[in-house]
């Protein structure tokens, strides 16, 4: 199974960093807490101490077109904060 993983930048997330060590990824619906932690020590080269999942529910969508409204729901994903060991930082912009 291939899981994917996308780092979340956002005002949140990047305090939760700055404060608590903590960092926030966009990660496959289906991948379990252990593949999560696995894989970002395999890509970071870093110590991850503790993985929180949440599942982040769609939401509803709407938009007027010429045959009237059309109503639909964004999908749901899964959002995973990994807090690494002290001392340790993730750079998510050495790549770019």
Do not use: H
């Amino acid at each position: 199974m291939e899981i994917s993983i996308t780092p979340i930048v956002t005002e949140k997330a990047t305090k939760l960093t700055e404060k608590g060590n903590r960092y926030t990824f966009r990660v496959s619906p289906e991948a379990d807490k252990g593949q999560i932690k696995a894989l970002v020590e395999k890509l970071y080269d870093v110590k991850v101490t503790e993985v929180n999942t949440a599942i982040v529910r769609g939401k509803n969508r709407q938009r007027w077109t010429k045959t009237g409204l059309r109503r639909g729901k964004t999908a749901r994903w899964k959002k995973a904060i990994i807090s690494v060991a002290e001392g340790q930082t993730i750079d998510f912009y050495s790549n770019i």
